[in-house]
C-alpha cells in the first residue's frame, strides 16, 4: 500500500514509518519538523517538509493519491493546549480535516489516526476504561482528539472511509522528546543522566497507563488490515502511579537521587487506565512489554545518546 505518515518523523511516526516499510509498503513522511527530527526519518521513506494545515497540502495528495493516511502529526502537549486552546484546535481538528478533504479526492480509503485514550474519557469513573466509557474530555487537547475522531465517523458515514482512532495510552519508549511537559519517562530519564534532580509533581500519586511504543507499533501495523471502523484502546489495563515512574527511572540508573516533589500542577486528571479487551478481540494485539523491561530498553536508548 501507499501510506503517508503524518508526523513521521518524531518518535511515535519513524517507528511505525519502520515497520510499515519493513512490511513492504510505499511509505511517505510529512512533518514540519518543529518536534520531529530529521535524524528519525528512514532512508528508504520519501520526506516531505510540510505543516498539516498547509493548503499545499492540497497539491501533495493530488499528485500522490495515498490509499491510507496514518495521522500523527499533532500539537501534543495538555498544558500548551490549555495555554492556547485556538493553536490547538488549528492543528489538531482543522489540520486533520485539511488531509482528510484533500485525500477524499484523490483515492484515500482509510485513516488510522492516533488518538488519546489518556485524554477523551476525562476524570475516569471505571476502571480500566473501556471504549464504551463517557468521553469527557477536561483539556482541550483531549476536545480537539475527541473532536476528530467524531469528523471520520461523519466521513465513514457520509463518504464510506475507513478508519481506526487507536486512542493511546501514554506512550514511552526509545526516541520520545524529553523536553517539554509531555513524556516523564523521557524527562526524569535526561534529567538524571544530566545529574540533575527529577521532580515529582504534587503527592505524585497520579496514575497513568504506560504503553511501550514497541507494543503501539504492532497495533499500527494491525490496523492496516481489514477491521472495523471504530475506537481501539491501545494501553496496558495497569495504572503507575509517578513514584513507581520515578523510583523505576532512578533504579535502573544507580537510585542516583533521592525522591523530591513539587508544586502540584493545576488541573491534572487523576486517574487514567485503559481496557484492552476489544482491541484483543478485534485486532489480535495484546501488550507484550512489560513496564520493568519497557523502561530498561528506554533507559539502555538514553544511556547511549548521552554517552
Same mark, same amino acid.
Given at each position: ?7 513521521? &518523523? ?34 528508504? /521513506? ?9 493548503? &499545499? ?37 482543522? @489540520? ?29 469513573? %471505571? ?67 544530566? @545529574?540533575?534532580q527529577a521532580m515529582i509533581n504534587g ?19 494491525? &490496523? ?41 500542577? %493545576? @488541573? ?10 476489544? %482491541? ?12 520493568? /523491561? @519497557? ?8 544511556? /547511549?545518546?548521552?554517552?
Amino acid at each position: 500500500m501507499k501510506i503517508l505518515i503524518t508526523g513521521g &518523523a518524531g518518535f511515535i511516526g519513524s517507528q511505525i514509518a519502520e515497520s510499515y516499510l519493513q512490511a513492504g509498503h510505499e511509505v511517505h513522511i510529512m512533518d514540519n519538523l518543529a518536534t520531529g527530527k530529521r535524524e528519525n526519518i528512514p532512508a528508504s /521513506a520519501r520526506f516531505i517538509e510540510m505543516d498539516i494545515t498547509d493548503p &499545499a497540502v492540497a497539491s501533495v495528495l493530488a499528485e500522490e493519491r495515498y490509499e491510507v493516511i496514518s495521522h500523527h502529526a499533532a500539537q501534543i502537549d495538555v498544558r500548551k493546549s490549555v495555554a492556547d486552546p485556538m493553536f490547538d484546535a488549528r492543528v489538531n481538528i482543522l @489540520g486533520g480535516i485539511n488531509l482528510v478533504e484533500n485525500g477524499l479526492k484523490h483515492g484515500l480509503k482509510k485513516v488510522i489516526f492516533a488518538s488519546s485514550g489518556g485524554t477523551v474519557y476525562g476524570e475516569q469513573h %471505571t476502571f480500566p476504561a473501556t471504549e464504551q466509557h463517557s468521553c469527557k474530555p477536561i483539556s482541550p487537547y483531549g476536545i480537539a482528539k475527541l473532536s476528530f475522531e467524531q469528523y471520520l465517523y461523519y466521513y465513514h458515514t457520509c463518504f464510506s472511509l475507513d478508519y481506526a482512532a487507536l486512542r493511546y495510552a501514554n506512550v514511552y519508549g526509545p526516541r520520545q522528546n524529553p523536553h517539554g511537559e509531555a513524556g516523564v519517562v523521557a524527562i526524569f530519564i535526561s534529567k538524571i543522566l544530566a @545529574g540533575a534532580q527529577a521532580m515529582i509533581n504534587g503527592d505524585g500519586l497520579q496514575t497513568r497507563d504506560y504503553v511501550f511504543v514497541e507494543d503501539l507499533v504492532r497495533a499500527n501495523v494491525l &490496523a492496516l488490515g481489514n477491521i472495523p471502523t471504530g475506537a481501539y484502546n491501545i494501553g496496558t489495563a495497569i495504572e503507575t502511579n509517578v513514584v513507581e515512574v520515578f523510583d523505576a527511572v532512578n533504579a535502573a540508573l544507580g537510585n542516583r537521587f533521592e525522591r523530591k516533589h513539587a508544586e502540584a500542577k %493545576t @488541573g491534572e486528571q487523576k486517574r487514567s487506565v485503559l481496557d484492552y479487551g476489544h %482491541t484483543k478481540s478485534i485486532l489480535g494485539w495484546q501488550p507484550e512489554i512489560d513496564f520493568e /523491561a @519497557g523502561i530498561a530498553k528506554t533507559v539502555a536508548w538514553f544511556q /547511549a545518546k548521552h554517552s
